[in-house]
């Protein structure tokens, strides 16, 4: 019976999912001159998955890209019974600033994290940590976050040139000045279609005149552009 007992404690302790797990995730802007709009910060079940790259964007994946919209991510999420903290920031993350989420214990079921809010301005960037597998382990974890283009707007880089809302580099009343005015249009670009990486901004030096809204010397931006700790205790 003892024998029994001991060896039945030794195969919980080689199971860790067996055993609660708390779970806190840091958002860093890596950013040198754009904004993170509210993030949505869930763990959910794998098969929760908001996108997947090559394939197009759904409504609610355009909206988080086009005008920072997560309420239909987050409806998604709750649907699924996700643990998730909308907006941990209250707003927009600043270049260089950090924001913390705290999951607790997500629950069995929800096995994966995602990350995922706009990139201020743009026409359709968004970051995203995409449905990776939490760790089980306690410790910290560190991931290295792109920024994705939604394929719903071509980049052209001019204020107010999309459709809905916030698309087309209109920018939050914080941000405005730091838009221009009078760019004409980065030529030749077109929506995509797909969800893919982000090439980045171009920008240039004029805000009144120029192909682009967007100051080269502020907004040009490479990826990664954020960091991703996972603390597991």
Known sequence: MKKSLIAGLVALAACPSLFAASYKVEVQNLTRGVYFAPLLVSAHPATAKLFTSGMPASTNIQSVAERGDIAGVTADMMGVTA??????????????????ADLGEPGAANTNLTVIGMIVPSNDGFIALNNIALPTTAGTYIYMVNGYDAGTEGNDEIRGSGAQGMAGFGVPAPLDDMVGHGGTGIPGVTAEGFIHIHPGHIGDQDKTVGTSDLDSGIHRWLNPVARVIVTVQ
């Open 83 to 100: 643990k998730s903290v909308a907006n941990p920031a209250e707003g927009l993350l600043n270049p260089g600033a950090s924001t913390m």
